[in-house]
Each structure stands twice: as C-alpha cells, then as structure tokens.
C-alpha cells in the first residue's frame, strides 16, 4: 500500500486534481501559492485503479518529483 499522506507544512500551496468516470482522482497536481495550470512550475502524479476501485500505482511525470511541469499538459507526460 502506498501512502500519499502529506505534512501540514507540504499543503501549502495549490492542489489541482482531474477526476476519471468513476470520480476517481487521476491526476493530482502540486504547486506553489498563485502559479497557473499553465506554468511550468508543478509537480504531477498520475494515480491507476483497480475495478473496485483501490489505488493500484501512483506515478509521477516524467518520472521525477521535479516542480517543472505544465499541469494543463498532464496527459500528455509519460509517467513512471
């Protein structure tokens, strides 16, 4: 099981997610305060389920925690 809790002091700043049919999130987005989806400036996780909806892998684009991805462009990384 992975765990994606955070401490207090890592939520500060903008949180953005993209949900699937099932209102599941896949996409969850991190940034600091005020930096648009349109800015190179977020780090992003691409989370898979199972059908009973149980979180099977959590990836990150391009394969790093790095703050430098565009979230609008969130489909179009290759996560690892």
């Given at each position: 099981m992975?765990?994606i809790?955070?401490t207090?002091?890592?939520?500060?700043?903008?949180?953005?997610?993209?949900?699937?049919?099932?209102n599941?999130?896949?996409y969850?987005g991190?940034?600091?305060?005020?930096?648009?989806t349109?800015?190179?400036?977020?780090?992003?996780?691409?989370?898979?389920?199972?059908?009973?909806n149980n979180?099977t892998?959590?990836?990150?684009?391009?394969?790093?925690?790095?703050?430098?991805k565009v979230?609008?462009?969130r489909?179009?990384y290759?996560?690892s």
């Amino acid at each position: 099981m992975t765990d994606i809790s955070r401490t207090s002091t890592e939520l500060e700043g903008t949180v953005q997610l993209d949900y699937d049919a099932s209102n599941n999130p896949i996409y969850v987005g991190e940034a600091g305060i005020g930096v648009l989806t349109s800015e190179a400036k977020w780090r992003i996780r691409k989370l898979t389920y199972d059908v009973n909806n149980n979180v099977t892998s959590i990836k990150w684009a391009g394969g790093t925690t790095r703050y430098d991805k565009v979230y609008d462009l969130r489909a179009t990384y290759t996560y690892s």
